[in-house]
């Protein structure tokens, strides 16, 4: 499924135009929202791989993994860097502490026999021991002189590395060999709690030691790799990576002869799998349901339903026979024929492609990321805590959450949490903070910041009656009640014609506004304008006065029960830009999207529908801070303290008046999360730090910038003769573990061999 989606820790910082206008945020009461423990409730879905045990898995033969594109570096920690940069990697590098199924960093013993904290004073310091066999590929062992590089090269102190990201490197002090070559020893000036985030993946000093290697060097090609797996090629041109079995690897060798990443836009995710050149793809749902069908249309064996008697005669022939029984003469039933032709012709195909994906079986799970409602608070009615809060509590999480994940059978339960998910260590529902969704309180916060129903036909500036301009408006018409001096009855036909025709007009005005991709929802109520106003002029009627009668001058026209619902202050209503994908794969952030404008719409909160293009939505608007709400995602981790700090960071203001917003584009943020966020990646008892966390995740959801909505969907078409591999959920994949059940040419091998 493709959602618009942010990954942690690799972006740049990133200026506004403008700065936030920031305050003190009402925190509600947050007793019972700190440290009580694991949440029972938190439950992680199972991933779903098919496992099986490595000696009932075939060895040899290529798999086809589909990609969204080649990635344009290979360097992780570039800015550019990208999910084909890390899964690709994942087969080629040391990751020192991948993530398992249940969220948790857990050591790897192909790279580590052990790796602990051994002095916590007068400074932190962590010993690796490394495993005596791990070796690159051109033999050399991994050691310290490796972890020195890549230190130097990411501690933000040499400009002239272009990393993305530094966090916890700048805070080493030195790095050290220990007793041998196969210690090292990492000293910290400042404590850190998220040491196990480090050195994964570790690139070669060959990589890392010099600028020019790490900023070029690494971006199409990695000459050194210490994987289960080598680089053998990338050709962008054919849009594909191609690995082969690394013949120094030292743990369990990998089953499959190649893996091969092949670039297949996710629109085309379908068709690749019919022709069979990917055995592995994300998929949407919709392809999720032609899978479903294809196992239904094929039943148990593998063929096509039975036919009864009269099988042996063609459609085609039937439909001709049909037609010349019924009159009809011999081009006619030639031309019904062909139709009838071209229908089997279809239908064939449609079999062929339903015997296709029949091989094929669709592995869910959630994925380790969450879809939010993002609300920009810099400017505007947003910038009020208030109205975020409002807004908040209007949506209902639950139905936004079934519209998505009900009808691909997966667990609807809404996240309770920006820094874990259901499943992780310490996950803590924390939406209490903010309070369940309530309508009346959701209004009486509005009220509470000025914003009331009718308040855009309203302005704060007192119009005294009977004011000289307006006596002098009033002798000039006639008073009302006074009959017109003109109009007989085909006049007003003609002006009643008029005003069809311009409500007509407006109507399609209207219908081409939503079709181009932009449209306002909340003044196109009947009898409105998509103005605010009421449709209806002073001129057309007034109370009290006969058809075609004057009203004093400056009255203002009745205004419909709709419009008086608006909600408005000083007489401007409250409308917000609601930016939305427009591709083919974010169908359900638009469904998801339009239920938003609903609910809001119940309350008279307006909202101006903007869909733009999927590779623009993240750069253009999102980053810019172009949006008033927006709907993008954020991949779970397992460093909330490093990785959620930049997300969540009270933004600064720049010496030329800009704002660093880091990561976080909502541009909320206050002192005192920051501070919880600094104590929790400094402390090392891990209870201790989480219960920071939790603390800080509290008073996340009352600034209300962020309102997680649902977990996202995992769905996978993977070939039926693969094993472990599929929906992997939190758990990084397992590479050598990946094979057919059965030797098989699966897909065009990577050399056109077997």
């Not at 959602?3 to 972006?11: E, F, K, L, S, Y």
């Not at 002090?173 to 404590?191: A, H, N």
């Not at 529908?609 to 981790?637: E, N, Q, R």
């Amino acid at each position: 499924m493709s959602h618009v989606g942010v990954p942690r820790g690799t972006a740049r910082k990133r200026r506004s135009v403008a700065l936030l206008a920031t305050g003190v945020l009402t925190i509600p009461v947050l007793a019972g929202c700190t440290s009580d423990g694991e949440d029972p409730t938190s439950v992680a879905v199972p991933q779903d791989i098919a496992p099986a045990s490595r000696d009932r898995v075939a060895d040899g033969s290529t798999l086809n993994w589909a990609i969204d594109a080649v990635p344009s570096t290979l360097n992780a920690f570039q800015a550019d860097a990208d999910g084909a940069t890390t899964r690709i990697t994942g087969a080629l590098l040391p990751s020192l502490f991948p993530m398992d199924a249940k969220g948790e960093p857990r050591l790897n013993p192909d790279y580590l026999e052990s790796a602990k904290v051994i002095e916590r004073e007068p400074k932190q310091v962590v010993l690796y021991k490394l495993n005596q066999q791990a070796v690159w590929s051109d033999g050399r062992e991994i050691g310290a002189p490796d972890f020195v590089a890549q230190w130097r090269a990411l501690s933000g102190k040499d400009s002239a590395f272009w990393t993305a990201r530094n966090a916890g490197y700048e805070r080493i002090e030195k790095i050290e060999r220990g007793k041998d070559d196969l210690q090292v020893r990492v000293t910290f000036s400042k404590p850190y709690a998220d040491w196990r985030s480090l050195f994964s993946p570790l690139y070669p000093k060959e990589v890392t030691g010099s600028p020019g290697t790490f900023n070029d060097g690494a971006r199409t090609t990695l000459r050194n790799t210490a994987g289960p797996f080598r680089l053998r090629s990338v050709n962008k041109p054919r849009g594909t990576v191609v690995l082969d079995r690394n013949p120094r690897w030292w743990g369990d060798e990998a089953r499959l002869d190649s893996l091969v990443f092949r670039a297949v836009e996710p629109g085309k995710r379908t068709d690749a799998l019919t022709e069979g050149t990917v055995d592995v793809a994300d998929i949407d749902p919709a392809t999720a349901n032609s899978i479903a069908l294809a196992a239904r249309y094929r039943g148990g064996n593998g063929g096509p339903p039975a036919h009864g008697p009269g099988a042996g005669i063609t459609p085609a022939a039937a439909l001709r026979s049909w037609a010349l029984a019924h009159g009809s003469d011999e081009d006619a039933a030639e031309t019904a024929q062909a139709a009838r032709e071209e229908t089997r012709e279809a239908v064939a195909v449609y079999a062929a492609e339903q015997k296709a994906l029949s091989g094929f079986a669709v592995r869910k799970s959630l994925e380790p990321s969450y879809t939010q409602l993002a609300l920009n608070g810099e400017s505007g009615p947003l910038s009020d805590d208030r109205v975020r809060r409002a807004i908040a509590r209007t949506l209902d999480r639950q139905e936004l959450a079934d519209a998505v994940l009900k009808p691909l059978g997966l667990p609807a339960k809404p996240p309770g949490s920006h820094l874990a998910l259901a499943g992780q260590p310490g996950y803590k529902d924390g939406s209490g903070a903010l309070g369940e969704q309530d309508t009346k309180e959701a209004q009486a916060l509005l009220a509470d910041a000025g914003w009331t129903p009718g308040g855009a036909l309203r302005s704060t500036r007192d119009t005294k009656a009977g004011s000289e301009a307006e006596k002098k408006d009033e002798g000039e018409k006639p008073a009302a009640g006074e009959k017109a001096a003109a109009g007989d009855k085909d006049e007003k036909d003609e002006k009643a014609g008029k005003k069809d025709e311009k409500a007509e007009d407006t109507e399609k005005d209207d219908k081409a506004s939503r079709e181009e991709g932009e449209y306002t929802v909340g003044d196109d109520k009947p009898g409105s304008r998509s103005s605010g106003g009421s449709g209806v002029t002073a001129q057309d009627k007034q109370p009290g006065g006969a058809a075609g009668a004057y009203a004093p001058a400056g009255t203002a026209a009745p205004a419909p029960a709709a419009v008086k619902s608006r909600l408005g202050k000083d007489g401007k209503p409250l409308s917000l830009r609601f930016v939305l994908p427009s591709g083919p794969g974010s169908q359900s952030l638009r469904t998801v999207g339009e239920k938003i404008v609903a609910m809001l719409d119940s309350i008279g909160i307006s909202t101006q529908v903007t869909k733009v293009a999927d590779d623009s939505y993240f750069k253009d608007h999102i980053a810019s801070g172009d949006y008033d709400l927006a709907l993008y995602s954020w991949p779970a981790t397992a460093y909330p303290a490093t990785d959620g700090r930049p997300i969540f960071a009270k933004p600064e203001p720049a010496t030329d008046g800009s704002l660093l917003v880091a990561q976080n584009y909502t541009r909320v943020g206050s002192d005192h999360i920051d501070q919880l966020f600094d104590r929790a990646v400094a402390e090392l008892d891990a209870d201790a730090s989480r219960d920071l966390l939790k603390q800080a995740d509290a008073r996340i959801w009352a600034a209300a910038g962020s309102i997680p909505l649902y977990q996202r969907p995992q769905l996978v078409a993977v070939d039926k003769k693969l094993a472990n591999i599929g929906a992997f959920g939190f758990a990084a994949p397992r590479y050598q573990d990946i094979g057919f059940t059965a030797r098989q040419a699966a897909g065009p091998p990577a050399n056109g061999k077997k």
